[in-house]
C-alpha cells in the first residue's frame, strides 16, 4: 500500500470524496484479488480504471480550484503567468485540464506523461457502453485491460505525488486523510 501526503488539497470536502473512492478502490481490488475466475477478474477491470482516473481528473480540478479561489494563500510553486491563465476562464472537463497543466508543465513531469494522461481520459470516458462516438476499440474488453489498470495506477500515483511535492498548502496538514492506494508503489 502507497500512503501520500494530502495536505495540497483545497477543497477539503472533495479530499475526503477522493479518500471515499479510494475505498472503493480497495474494496475492487479486494474482490480482484479473492476471485480465481479469470472472467471475473477482468470484469473487474472497468470499475477499477474508471474510478483511478476519475481521481486523477478531480487532482487536476482542485489545483485549479486552488489558483482560481485561494488568492490570499496563492499556490506556492506556480508561476503568476500560470495563475493569471488559469483564473481567466473556468475549466470542468477533464480534457482542458490536461491541456492547461500541460501548458505550463504544472506537474513538472515530461511531455509524454501528459499524453498518457489524455490517453487515460479516453479510456474512462469509454465508460459509455455505447461507445458513441467511437473512441478507442469497440470491444470494451480489449480498452479495460490488466495493462491499462497498472497505467491508470502508475499515473494516479505519480500526479499524488507531484502534487504533494509541489503543491503543499502551509498549516493545513490533518484537515483531509492522507491518500492510501491499494497497491504497490510505482513510484517513489
Known sequence: MVVIDSSFMGNFKLGDNI???LAALAALYAARDATQNGAHRRALCKPICVIAISIIEALLHDLHFRARSFTREGVPGLLQTALNRIRAKKIDKMELLIVSVRKDDL???DAA????????RQVRNRVHIQNEPPRLQPDEHQVFTPACVLRAEAALERVMRNMAQ????????????DFQLPWNAHHQ
Do not use: K, T
Not at 166 to 177: D, I, M
Open 113 to 120: 506523461f501528459y499524453d498518457e494522461l489524455d490517453f487515460l
Open 107 to 109: 506537474l513538472g513531469v
Open 166 to 177: 509541489r503543491y503543499q498548502r502551509p498549516n493545513h496538514q490533518g484537515y483531509v486523510a
Open 19 to 21: 479518500n471515499h473512492n
